[in-house]
Every structure is written in structure tokens, then in C-alpha cells.
């Protein structure tokens, strides 16, 4: 569907992507993950065409993105972060226009609205939606067009755990459909629970690819047990035989409240890849 | 095609929601049937404040609407939205002048009401062309500037040039001279005559010189900044 070599790209003198390979199967969920300016939004508009790229070769649908047709480029939905809607018309105005731009059937509105949730809101103006609900309205009117390729940057970004769980559902439902689907986050178990691939992007190079259980099993070195006790003190014990005693006794004498063995998530082998946290630090810093 | 139909209809459904770019164009065709109705001035030139105000429109409407409007897109990044859906460039910026003519044209109906049958064609000819020239300039400000702010602190002064020159210059003959370069007061000229008998070859020159221009420099707006 997508495949993609040596992509360079730099901004003046900083490189921002640095010899990108990729290789997306038709049908799969591909997640791009990394902290926040680690080159996931370029990537996508470099894919998309919207940025023009110094070295490397892509292929959208077996062409080169400058070659897509505008029969190709109908079939590709694309969210990206910074994507607006037009404040002022409702949400069934914001669609109608680009039902017209993509030659879609207006009927398709409407279901449209009521699979992301909002048709109650659907004669509201952009402006009285909440950021939850702009962000459905976007991934409406990415939906209606029936996207055989879709790239959504941040989708769930600043979503409650609600709405997340439902632009989940939708994004599901799009891969049942046969959509392939891209997108970047830098929510860690989102990629787990949805990707069929995900490839760790960490300034501008991707530093390792694969399922994401795959990944995790990969680093499975360092795992560990946690146990809290009922004095409320954690402990943190090695993974294997040496452990065994010092549990066996601490579960004799009762005093253990729980335990947990700890296997690495993306999160962690994200940490001892880079030595950087995902959910980016720069953000916590300027909260 | 279907995209510039798609971009007017668009527009159409904001206008009337977009109160700002609604008054520019409905307050001047008000105005004029009020003060042609109301105010009788002993030896008034006939229809002057449909003249008058004409001239303050078509330097004005078009110019600011445009600008606001292109520059509003690229400020809430809805214009990538649509660039990415496979709207040209050009079809975006035909449907958004076509409706901003339209729209000041039917204004125009509104103001020719004074007129009699016969010149009336004469007179929509006139805000034709000034239309289309302010237009022109208004999606080079559009263009040019990256949001809202940059184009109204742009479009303010070359507005208030268009419009409210031709009216000074009626006034003083030294402001009357330097006005005459302005497309606004030749056309506001042509309105006073209103026939082509006695036109001087000024006027279709400096009509002419001030499109060629207003479209270069749009052109060159265009190719520096594209639409991003
Ligand atoms: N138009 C631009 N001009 C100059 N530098 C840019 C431009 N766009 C992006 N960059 C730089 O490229 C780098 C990658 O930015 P990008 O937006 O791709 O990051 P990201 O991974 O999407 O981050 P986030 O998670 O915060 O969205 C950043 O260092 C940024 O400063
Ligand atoms: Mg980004």
C-alpha cells in the first residue's frame, strides 16, 4: 500500500527525517510512534505529498505520490493535526461541503454524524463543539468518504478516556471495512491495543519495527516482579529462581497486598531504546 | 468545475453567519436607497449619493471580503483541508472571487434602482470592472498575508485609498490630480459622465494600467507564497 525508502528530509540545516524506510501492507493498522517533534507529522506530509522531501522514494498504491491521480487521491482520507473546520457553518454544513468535493452521496452525512457520535450536535456550529467533538467531526469527514487509505496524525490527542475508546471502535471498524490505516500517537498503549505494526520514531529514525508484542517480547530482559506490602512499602524483585524464597516467605508471614509481574510495554522499551519518555517530557515541562 | 460551484455554495451558506463580511457588502445599497429617498439637497447633482456611494463600494466590498476571507482560511488551516481534498489552487480562488462578483453585482442591482432603464446597463458595466480590479487586489492581500491580522492591517489603508480618495478629491483639486491614477476615481468619473461620448483616453488607460497591475502583483503573490 505504502512503501517508502531512504526518505531525508530536512528543515535549513536541521535534519528532521533521516533515511526512513517503510513497508505498509494493505488492510493493517500501522502506528508511528514517538515523542512530540520526533518527525511523525512530516513523515505523514511528506507521504501525503503536502512536503516535499530531498532523498528516497515513495509509493502510494503502487505510484509515486506525484503520479496519483485524482480518482487515487479520493480514496485517501487525511486528518492531521492541524486540519480546521469552518467555525461558523454546523457540523452537517462542515460535511455537505466536502460530500460535494468527493462526489459522495449526501445521505452519507447523516450516518456519517451518527457513527462518531454527533448527531445530536449536527445543526451546532463548529465553534460550540468541544475539542472531543471537533475531533469527531474531523474523523466524520474523513469516514464519509469511504478512504481506502487513511492517515490520521494524533487522533485521539487530549481525548477523555471515553471518546478515546470510541475513535478506537471507529478506527476498527475502518480496518474491517478493508481500510488501511495509518497513524501516529504517542499514547503507547493505544498503539498495543490497535496496531498490527508500529515503528518507533526517535528523531527523525526509526530505531525498531514490528507487532507491537513482538517488541515487547524483544526486551523481555529485564523483567520483574512488584509486590506491595500491607505496610505499604513496594518491592521490586527480580523475574526468576533468586526471587522465589524472599516471596515465599513474605506470602507465609501475610504480608503481601498485591503482585504484579511487570512485562516491558512500548512505554519501557521506548525508555531503554532513547533514554527519552514518550508522553513527551517537553509537555509536562510546559504544562 | 464542480469545485468552484462547490467553493460559492460554500461561501453562501457563510454569509449570511459571517456578519463582518455580510455588512461590507449589504451596508452601501442600504445606505443609498435610505439617503436617495430621505435627503433632497437643493442643487444636488442628481443620484450623487448613488454615485458616491458606488465609488466607496466598489473600492471597498470586494477588497476587504476577499482578503478576509482567503486570509481567515489560511489562518484556521480549513484551505489545507481543502488542497488536500483536490481542490486546485485556482479553482479555489475563481469560486471565491466569482462569488464575492456576484454577490457585489447584485448589490450593485440594488444601487442601480435610481438609474433609468437605459443606463442602467451602463452603470453595472462600470462596477463590473471596478469589482473585478478590487477583487484582484484583495486576493493579492489574501494571498500575501498569513492570517486575519496581517491582511487587515493591509487591506485598511489600500481600502481606505480606493474608496475615500475619489470622494476628497471632489473637494480639492490638488487631491483631484493625484487621484486620478486610482482606477476608482476614473471609474467615478465615467459614472458622472454616465456614456462613452467625451470619455477622455485617460480613463480607459489608467483603468487599464491599474488591472494589469492588481493581477501581476497577484500573480506574483501567488508564485512566492502559493496558498500555504
Ligand atoms: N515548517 C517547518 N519549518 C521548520 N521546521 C519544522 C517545520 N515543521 C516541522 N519542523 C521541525 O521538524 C521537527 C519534527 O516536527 P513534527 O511536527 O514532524 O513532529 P511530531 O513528531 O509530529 O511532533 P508532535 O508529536 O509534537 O506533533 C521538529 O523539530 C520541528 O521543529
Ligand atoms: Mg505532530
Known sequence: ?287 | MRNIWVIIKKQLADTIKNKPVLIQFVMYPVLTLIMENAVTIPDMPELFFTKLFSVMYMGMAPLTSVASIISEEKEKNTLRVLMMANVKPGEYLAGVGLYTWILCMAGAGVMATGFSAYQIPFYLAVMAIGFIISIAIGACIGVFASNQMTASSLFVPVMLVFSFVPMLAMFNDKIEKCARIFYTQQLREMLDLMTFDGLKIETPVVILINAILAITLFFIAFKRKGLE
Open chain 1, 1 to 287: 500500500m505504502i512503501k517508502a525508502k531512504g526518505i531525508c528530509k530536512s528543515f535549513a540545516d536541521k535534519k528532521v527525517i533521516t533515511g526512513v524506510d517503510l513497508d505498509i501492507k494493505p488492510g493493517m493498522i500501522f502506528g508511528l510512534l514517538g515523542p512530540s517533534g520526533a518527525g511523525k507529522t512530516s513523515l505523514i506530509r511528506i507521504i501525503t505529498g503536502q512536503l516535499v522531501f530531498e532523498s528516497g522514494e515513495i509509493s502510494v498504491f503502487g505510484k509515486p505520490v506525484s503520479e496519483l491521480s485524482g480518482e487515487d487521491k479520493r480514496q485517501i482520507g487525511i486528518m492531521m493535526d492541524d486540519h480546521g473546520v469552518y467555525d461558523r457553518l454546523s457540523c452537517i454544513e462542515n460535511l455537505k461541503i466536502f460530500a460535494d468535493i468527493y462526489g459522495v452521496p449526501r445521505s452519507r452525512i447523516k450516518t456519517a454524524l451518527a457513527q462518531v457520535g454527533l448527531a445530536d450536535a449536527s445543526k451546532k456550529p463548529a465553534m460550540k463543539l468541544s475539542k472531543g467533538m471537533r475531533t469527531r467531526l474531523q474523523l466524520a469527514r474523513v469516514l464519509m468518504i469511504s478512504p481506502r487509505l487513511l492517515f490520521l496524525d494524533e487522533p485521539t490527542s487530549g481525548l477523555d478516556p471515553m471518546t478515546m475508546k470510541y475513535v478506537h471502535k471507529l478506527i476498527l471498524e475502518q480496518k474491517a471495512n478493508g481500510c488501511t490505516v495509518f497513524l501516529t500517537t504517542h499514547n503507547m498503549e493505544e498503539a498495543s491495543c490497535l496496531c498490527d505494526e508500529v515503528a518507533l520514531l526517535n528523531e527523525g529514525k526509526i530505531i525498531d519495527r514490528g507487532a507491537p508484542g513482538e517488541i515487547c517480547r524483544k526486551y523481555n530482559h529485564q523483567k520483574k516482579v512488584n509486590i506491595h506490602l500491607k505496610s505499604g512499602e513496594d518491592l521490586e524483585l527480580e523475574h526468576g529462581a533468586s526471587s522465589s524464597g524472599k516471596i515465599a516467605e513474605l506470602m507465609a508471614q501475610g504480608q503481601i497486598e498485591t503482585i504484579h509481574s511487570s512485562e516491558p510495554t512500548l512505554e519501557t522499551v521506548f525508555i531503554e531504546l532513547t533514554g527519552r519518555k514518550l508522553e513527551s517530557e517537553e509537555e509536562i515541562r510546559y504544562a
